[in-house]
Every structure is written in structure tokens, then in C-alpha cells.
């Protein structure tokens, strides 16, 4: 079993930047992809990016590239999603997830992961 907590949310005004980073407990994750996913009220959970456990395969949403960086830290087990230039409809809960994977440049973009987080909030103000 894997425990997923996410940290780093909060309010931020539009043009901010947030660092969210979810740490793992239970057992390492360091063969495991994992995603960022969030979910505004009254909408689904769209997938926000995601990262092989070799880091060599990175996926992102449409909405977010070029102002979100994931990344990982397998020494630590936590992965991390740097939130640039943020704009008030990046306004959500936000979740990490996880899955087992058996290569080294897998990734997931839909909602196929094992383990999720608890989320937390991200709120940007205009």
C-alpha cells in the first residue's frame, strides 16, 4: 500500500507561482509513474501532467505547458509540481496519484493510477 499526501497548496494572486510536492509512505515509489491531476467545482478531475519513475518521459496538459514543471525526487519519494504565471481558472483541488509501472518511460495521462492523495487546495485570485 502506498499514502499519498499532498502539501504546498494555497491562496496566490494571478502571475503567482506555488510549489506543490506529494509525498509517498508505505513502500518506495521510485517504480512507480505519477501524476498531478486537479478538480474545479462543478467539473470533472482533469489530468494536469505526469512523470515515468525515470523521469525520462513527461507528459502535460494543454492548459498547463509552458507554466508547470513535474518533477521527481526518488531519494525522497515525493514528487513535486512547480505552478507558474498561475491564472484564476487553475483554481482547483489538486491530487497526485500513483501506479506501479514496469518501465522505465511509462506514463499515465488518464485516471488508470492505484493510489491517490487527499489533494489539496489551490485558489488564485484575479
Known amino acids: 500500500q502506498v499514502q499519498l499526501v499532498e502539501s504546498g497548496g494555497g491562496l496566490v494572486q494571478a502571475g503567482g507561482s506555488l510549489r506543490l510536492s506529494c509525498a509517498a509512505s508505505?513502500?518506495?515509489?521510485?517504480?512507480?509513474?505519477m501524476g498531478w491531476f486537479r478538480q474545479a467545482p462543478g467539473k470533472e478531475r482533469e489530468f494536469v501532467a505526469a512523470?515515468?519513475?525515470?523521469?525520462?518521459?513527461?507528459r502535460y496538459a494543454d492548459s498547463v505547458k509552458g507554466r508547470f514543471t513535474i518533477s521527481r525526487d526518488n531519494a525522497k519519494n515525493t514528487v513535486y509540481l512547480q505552478m507558474n504565471s498561475l491564472k484564476p481558472e487553475d483554481t482547483a483541488i489538486y491530487y497526485c496519484a500513483a501506479k506501479p509501472m514496469t518501465t522505465a518511460w511509462g506514463v499515465v495521462t488518464g485516471n488508470e493510477y492505484d493510489y491517490w492523495g487527499q489533494g489539496t487546495q489551490v485558489t488564485v485570485s484575479s
Open positions: 508505505g513502500r518506495t515509489t521510485s517504480r512507480d509513474a
Open positions: 512523470i515515468s519513475w525515470s523521469s525520462r518521459n513527461i
